[in-house]
C-alpha cells in the first residue's frame, strides 16, 4: 500500500497536522499584525505649523521635540510628526492649518507668530492647539486670559515685542549722543503697530529722532537699508518677527556692511555676528511649547493649561563685532551684560 492510500485510510498523520495548525497560527498572527506603515498610522500625529523654514527654525524644532521628550514622546516611537512650513508666506498658513486638520492631527503646534496661532484657531474648535507668540495672547483675542485660557487653545508668549522701548534705551547707553535711531519692522505683523508706537513714544521723551523701517520681504529688507543708508541712519532695532528671524543672516551681514550698531530681539543674531540682543529665550519658550504638548497627549485639557511667559530675559553683546565696528563699550553696559561673545 503507498503512502496516499495510508492517508485515505487513516487521515492526515500528527505531522502533518502540526504543520497545518503552524501555518495557519502564522497566518492568523500576519493578518491581526499591522504592518509597519499601519503602525506608525496608529501613533498619535503632532501637527507642527511654522511660519518660518525648517533650516531657519531648526534649532527651535529641536527644542520642541525636547519638550515632547520630556513627557516621554519619541518621534517615530511615541508619535508621529506632520511638518507644514510656509517659508515666509503668511497667506498659505491658513491653508496649511486645515490640511493638518484634514489630517486627524490629535494636536497643532502653531509656531512662529501669531499668524500662525490665529491660522490654527481659525481651522478647528476641538483639536488642542499649542502656540509660540511673541505678542499679548489676551490683547489679540487668542485666548479669554492667562490663568484660564478657555477653549482648545493654550501656548506659550515671549512678550518680546513690549521690550523695543528697553532696547532703544540701550542703543542709547551704549553711545549717549546717537542720533537718528531706527526700527525695522513688518507691517504685516499683527503687532507691528502697537511696537512702533511705542519706541516713537520713548524716543520722543529724549528729543531724538526716530526712523521707522518697513519690510516684508527679503527684498524689502535690501531696500530698507537702502533707505536708512539715505536718512543717515546711525543705530537700528530690528522687530521681532518670525521674517527678521528667518533673515536674520541677510539683516546681520547689511548692518556690517554698512557699519551700523544694531540691537536685536534674541540671541540667535549675536550668534551670527550681530552687535547685541536683549528678550527672552526663545528656545526655551519653544521647549515649553512642545511640554505642553505631551502633557496635553497625556490627557490634560488644554484650558487647564495656563498661558506661559518668560520671568527673565537675556542681554548679549558680540566683542567681536564691537571691535570691528569701532565701539568701545561703556563700562555700565558690561557691568549688566550677561553674556558676552568673543
Given at each position: ?13 500528527p ?23 499601519a503602525?506608525?498610522?496608529l ?33 517615530g ?44 484657531k ?28 478657555g477653549?482648545?487653545?493654550t ?56 526712523f ?7 527684498g ?58 536683549y ?10 511649547a ?32 564691537a ?17 558676552t561673545?568673543?
Amino acid at each position: 500500500m503507498g503512502r496516499s492510500d495510508h492517508s485515505a485510510l487513516c487521515g492526515p498523520c500528527p505531522q502533518t497536522m502540526t504543520r497545518r495548525s503552524l501555518l495557519a497560527g502564522l497566518a492568523l498572527v500576519a493578518a491581526s499584525t499591522p504592518s509597519a506603515p499601519a503602525q506608525q498610522r496608529l501613533l498619535p500625529i503632532v501637527g507642527f505649523l511654522s511660519s518660518g523654514s525648517p533650516r531657519a527654525f531648526g534649532k527651535f524644532l529641536k527644542a520642541f521635540q525636547q519638550g515632547l521628550r520630556d513627557q516621554g514622546f519619541i518621534e517615530g516611537r511615541d508619535v508621529t510628526m506632520s511638518y507644514r512650513w510656509s517659508e515666509g508666506h503668511f497667506d498659505e498658513l491658513d491653508t496649511l492649518a486645515r490640511e493638518l486638520v484634514a489630517d486627524r492631527v490629535a494636536l497643532i503646534a502653531a509656531t512662529g507668530g501669531m499668524r500662525s496661532a490665529q491660522a490654527a484657531k481659525n481651522a478647528t474648535a476641538s483639536i488642542p492647539i499649542v502656540f509660540v507668540v511673541g505678542f499679548d495672547p489676551v490683547k489679540l483675542g487668542l485666548v479669554a486670559s492667562y490663568n484660564k485660557p478657555g477653549g482648545n487653545i493654550t501656548g506659550t508668549t515671549i512678550i518680546t515685542t513690549q521690550l523695543a522701548t528697553k532696547r532703544l534705551n540701550l542703543l542709547y547707553d551704549l553711545d549717549p549722543a546717537v542720533r537718528n535711531v531706527a526700527i525695522l519692522a513688518n507691517p504685516e505683523s499683527t503687532s507691528a503697530d502697537v511696537e512702533i508706537e511705542n519706541v516713537i513714544a520713548a524716543a520722543r521723551t529724549t528729543g531724538r529722532p526716530l526712523f521707522v523701517l518697513k519690510a516684508s520681504s527679503s527684498g524689502d529688507i535690501d531696500a530698507a537699508f537702502a533707505s536708512a543708508v539715505e536718512q543717515q541712519v546711525r543705530a537700528l532695532i530690528v522687530s521681532a518677527d518670525p521674517l527678521f528671524m528667518a533673515r536674520r543672516s541677510q539683516i546681520v551681514a547689511l548692518a556690517a556692511s554698512h557699519g551700523m550698531p544694531a540691537i536685536y530681539p534674541f540671541r540667535e543674531f549675536v550668534d551670527e555676528g550681530g552687535l547685541m540682543s536683549y528678550g527672552p529665550s526663545l528656545a526655551l519658550a519653544y521647549r515649553v511649547a512642545g511640554i505642553y504638548a505631551g502633557r496635553i497627549l497625556k490627557g490634560t485639557k488644554p484650558s487647564e493649561l495656563p498661558i506661559e511667559a518668560p520671568t527673565a530675559f537675556e542681554f548679549l553683546i558680540n566683542l567681536k563685532t564691537a571691535k570691528i565696528l569701532g565701539l568701545t563699550i561703556p563700562s555700565g553696559v558690561l557691568a549688566i551684560v550677561d553674556e558676552t561673545i568673543e
